[in-house]
């Protein structure tokens, strides 16, 4: 651990909070019909898209209509990406002449990018078109970016409405999520990155000759848009293998920090909106606050265990960092850094292999998705998984003091609280249900390929990834195979759809409500008090829930690899 390297952790998070607050102010006026800079281009357009819609702007939607529209609209979405993956074969735009995605890769493919999971069991560059790149992931990246946000836009209106039956339209949320926030942002930031060096072209892979005289197949292809809504959008799925490992996604050492930076900013930015459309931007940045300690808690955990370097290795006098599976290009700061922002958001996007990490290294990505990827989290989904915790902590206090719990003057009771543990249970459930099921049976037991408690790792890493959707690989994991994509697939179905719908239960069931004045009872929600209360609820949850099977894998694995034992690989 270094001064550099702790400046540059400093530097990310001063970006991060500058940011927040004119994003937070600017989505706000987005969300709420006002104008913007950018309305008098874009004011047209959204009308146009309204009316051929048949769509009243004007005209708003009860939770339980809001969800159905999300789901059928979502459902259209899976259908229409898994017809695309299997007819790839036959379409246009595939120079290298991909073939068709098998039944099983395709469903989970599917589910992972509709999810905003983007999980991939394939390789970008030599298993999709340039037709499934861009018309299949690129766009449902900026679909399902866009709900997450309208998600926690609606769940806020709930805190912020009174005696009201509606929570808004999620169409017109859809639309001005993608029309006013996402895609500008994107024009300007693949903008960026091509001039870093990014590629951006319809044209065919190129031969080089190496040094050896050897002749090498480079890949190209609509990199640049991908990988900015992929950042942006906390989606993760990159258009290489590699992902931001490789030099086409993240060239340079400024595209690196500016990448971090991107899958952060939204996200920490919807806490702003969040105060500032319940009338107290302090309360917002409460929560920022016990985001942002959970987070340099994580940080500080990763970037010491890597410099720390293996335990094994310590013990044979071989100092100097744990620099296995990183870019020489990036270090150590970066990578943990980068694999900190990237599993406290549900990115999904790796400049490191995880699975080279040390024990505790490993430990606290797997540990931020799952508590249920709220320290910052994906775009929206980030703010509306702390707004659940934030329900069960307000319910702890009350339970303290022996009086009905209270939020932003809404009384929180048993529907509230029920719908709570639903969106938070569902979580554990896929991730610690599937892991056990794939460590009994043989086409699970298949996949790993390291023996003891880091094979574990790799298969309870996996399971998290996919149910938090996060969409990261801890790597060493085979999991191109029926059992893995159909479980996989399931789990982030179900850690997606079976939050976002308590969520918005709990959002009418709030809207519906009346407003109670505060009185002196009443426990104030925007000081240190309350954030700690709340990110101690966080831990409690957290540690009650995945300590046993943390305790099988990494914590196992560090309290072997200090005293000197290793496992032979193979599953």
Known sequence: MTLNGWIQVALFCAVVLALVRPLGGYMTRVFQGERTLLSPVLAPVERGLYRLAGLDARGEQGWRAYALSMLGFHALGFAALYGLLRLQDGLPLNPAGQGTVAPDLAFNTAASFVTNTNWQNYG????????????????????????????????????????????????????????????????????????????????????????????????????????????????????????????????????????????????????????????????????????????LAGVTVVYWAESAGSPVLSRLGLTGGNLEGKELRFGIVASALFAVVTTAASCGAVNAMHDSFTALGGLIPMINMQLGEIIVGGVGAGLYGMLVFVIVAIFVAGLMVGRTPEYLGKKIEAREVKMAMLAILCLPLMMLGFTALATVLAAGLAGPANAGPHGFSEILYAFTSAAANNGSAFGGLSGNTPFYNTTLAIGMLVGRFFVILPALAIAGALAAKKTVPASAGTLPTHGGLFIGLLVGVILIVGGLTFFPSLALGPIVEHLAGAAGQTFATGG
């Not at 037709?131 to 709900?147: C, I, R, V």
């Not at 992929?230 to 490789?246: D, V």
Request: with cysteine; charged share 10%; aromatic share 10%.
């Open 124 to 295: 970008g560059e030599s298993t999709l078109s340039y037709l499934s790149q861009m018309l299949g992931l690129t766009h449902q990246n900026f679909l399902s970016a866009a709900t997450g946000i309208a998600l926690a836009v609606a769940l806020v209106r709930g805190f912020s409405r009174a005696s009201a039956r509606t929570i808004g339209s999620f169409w017109v949320d859809l639309t001005r999520c993608t029309l006013y926030v996402l895609l500008p942002l994107c024009v300007l930031y693949t903008l960026f990155l091509v001039s870093q060096g990014v590629p951006q072209t319809l044209g065919p892979s190129i031969a080089a000759t190496t040094l050896e005289g050897e002749t090498q197949t480079l890949a190209l292809g609509p990199v640049a848009s991908q990988v900015a809504i992929k950042m942006l959008g906390t989606n993760g799925g990159g258009f290489f293998n590699a992902n931001a490992a490789h030099p086409f996604e993240n060239p340079t050492a400024l595209s690196n920090f500016v990448q971090m930076v991107s899958i952060f900013a939204l996200g920490a930015a919807m806490t702003n909106v969040f105060g500032r459309m319940v009338g107290d931007e302090r309360q917002g940045w409460a929560i920022l606050g016990a985001m942002g300690l959970l987070f």
